[in-house]
């Protein structure tokens, strides 16, 4: 079964893993460290913690969320800057899982901005 919960700064050492391997698989084959995942994804996590979201199989993480807010005229903006999935568990929805955990965790008055 897949949980959706916050993200907390325990779990940025397994999101810095998996958006390694996100990004270096074959398609996008950017070339990251976990350590420089690691300083990326932390400092959109301390920006904004509220907005980053993981999710868990077996207690293990296996794609993430991360997001921040900004105040607009209009009410909030949303903004998703990173949205990763193991690949053994791409295919089940747990991608659109994770956006919809964020909808419901969001004000009326907030925009999303992809």
Same mark, same amino acid.
């Given at each position: 079964?897949? =949980? @959706?919960? %916050? $993200?907390?700064? /325990? =779990?940025?050492?397994? $999101? ?5 391997? &996100? ?12 350590? *420089? ?8 996590? =301390?920006? /904004?913690?509220?907005? $980053? %979201?993981? !999710?868990? +199989? /077996?207690?293990?993480?296996?794609? !993430? @969320? ?20 193991? +690949? !053994?568990?791409?295919?089940?929805? @747990? *991608?659109?899982?994770? @956006?919809?955990? &964020? ?12």
């Amino acid at each position: 079964m897949i =949980h @959706i919960q %916050h $993200c907390t700064i /325990d =779990h940025l050492v397994d $999101c810095s893993e998996i958006f390694r391997e &996100v990004y270096s698989d074959a398609l996008l084959y950017e070339q990251w460290t976990v350590e *420089r995942s690691f300083e990326y994804l932390s400092r959109i996590y =301390h920006f /904004d913690p509220e907005s $980053c %979201h993981i !999710a868990e +199989a /077996d207690h293990m993480v296996i794609g !993430a @969320i991360f997001g921040y807010t900004f105040p607009w005229s209009s009410g909030t903006d949303l903004f998703i800057q990173e949205l990763f999935v193991k +690949a !053994a568990y791409r295919g089940q929805g @747990i *991608r659109e899982s994770l @956006i919809t955990h &964020v909808l419901e965790q969001i004000n009326e008055d907030t925009d999303v901005i992809l």
